[in-house]
């Protein structure tokens, strides 16, 4: 019995598209291109998992993972250009299989976090505080102080945080954190409340990326996207920021 290829809606193919970013997962080529004025397709929807796998595929693929059981869903598809396409295909490869079957998986981890993200709310006035840091020129606040934070900072990082990463966040609480302090206090004054609701929105956007056992590397840039969607920051090190004061300040990790 062969299985016979499904047809996918255009909703499903700008789904796949958008996973992918618009370029092939396995060698970054635009999956359009322009001539004139035209905009023309350059990509197949590929098969992770073989529609109609052959005999030597059914050996080399015997014991893989598989992101669905039914080869058809979307969960099993993913745009690739024509010639990786073709190079993926033949001969299928188990090395192969598993990389493309790993990127898939990843598109699909970030989906998901994004549109989680875009269920939590965040409150409108965190803006303020973010374009704060735009408008006036801060002085790094470094000292005494700074010994202490860094100690704290890193009682609050296990190893799922990458050292770039905690380098960044631990400049980010020395440079920002007296600043975007003043700035939540400011706020608290003209709306009182309204720092605390915030600070429960970080929490419970934190707590559910716990839920999602994601490591602490990956919650950090889920907080970044986050806070730079919501307020519309002119610069992700804004956001960073922001982020970085809220581990220091304790809504994130523990
Ligand atoms: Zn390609």
Known sequence: MTNARREYSEAETVALLSQVGGRCPLCDKPL?????????KAY????????????????????VPRLSTDVNDPDNLIPLCESSHAEFDKPRTEAEYLRLHNIKREALREERQR????????????????ALLHSASIESDLGVELALTAKSLDEKFDTTMPPPTKRKVRNAVGDYFRYIQAAFLELERNDPGCTELIFIQV?????????EGLPQGHVFANLVAWIHARTQAQTLESAEAVASFFIQNCEVFE
């Open 44 to 63: 197949e929807l590929a098969h992770i998992y073989p529609l109609n796998p052959r005999p030597e595929e059914l050996v080399v693929l015997a014991n």
């Open 115 to 130: 549109s989680l993200a875009s269920q939590y709310p965040l409150e409108n006035q965190i803006s303020d505080v973010v």
């Open 32 to 40: 359009f291109y322009k001539k004139g004025k035209r905009q023309f």
């Open 203 to 211: 929490k419970s956007f934190y707590v559910m990326q716990k839920r």
